[in-house]
């Protein structure tokens, strides 16, 4: 099945369900028909605004009936009670995506009550300009026509990358949540650039450069971590190091486990 010829819908219409569909405009993308349901009217609007054809439903029941595709968008909170209203609309016909860490295949099976082909998706916010890490896990009866056809959808918005389910967690702290460690200290970079003499676009291009350039030279120079640091000759941040590194490993080990409880 061509995806021109497929129904996808969406249940939640937030940030997530916003980055896919900008992604799969920019591209291309088509689909037979789109639906989705929020309950927030505001959302719901907004959402239709902005990407023409797109159709909201009144329930998450309705949209189920009317697709192939069902993308769960929402938060695992509630999953219990949106898959419980759904659960009569589903069917071995159709394919179950989730985009949230911590309701695993069993959880949703068991919620309702039955198998299904299910796909759990990690993806991450650098989808928005086609640049994600997103990783994704299968239920056992994912066919292979199946596969192919999440690989279309998802494959625009960047790395697409099969790993174990158990890992998903592990991936939602470290890629899904990645950004947000470090976007303000990039800023931060940024805004120290333009403080020494740099204009915004000389700093946006050098800031950017020299973050991609670090990470490379740190994951892939083939160096041991203390040899890429010797590469520079001077090191401002030494004294602070230990507090920086106590607070990552707070959050993130923090982060990690309750995603993973």
Known sequence: MRKNELTIGFIGGGRITRIILA???????????????????????????????????????????????????????????????????????????????????????????????????????????????????????????????LAGLFEPLGKWKLVDENKLEAYATITGMGPTYLWFLFQEIFAQAIKCGMSQDEAKDAVNAMIKGASDTLFTSNLEFEEVLDLIPAYPFKPQEENIINAYHTGISGLFKKLSS
């Open 23 to 149: 992604v799969w405009k920019k591209h291309g993308v088509s689909f037979n028909r789109i639906v989705f349901f929020d309950p927030e009217m505001k959302t719901a609007k907004k959402l239709e605004s902005d990407f023409p054809g797109l159709t909201a439903a009144e329930s998450s029941r309705t949209v189920c009936r009317q697709v192939d595709i069902i993308i769960f968008a929402i938060h695992p909170p509630l999953f219990g009670e949106v898959l419980t209203e759904i659960k009569d609309s589903l069917n071995d016909q159709k394919l179950l995506i989730s985009l949230a860490p911590k309701v695993n295949f069993q959880k949703i099976f068991d919620l309702i009550g039955f198998t299904i082909s299910a796909a759990r998706v990690i993806p991450n916010a650098p989808s928005f300009i086609g640049e994600g890490y997103n990783v994704y896990a299968l239920s056992s009866e994912v066919g292979d026509i199946q596969n192919e056809i």
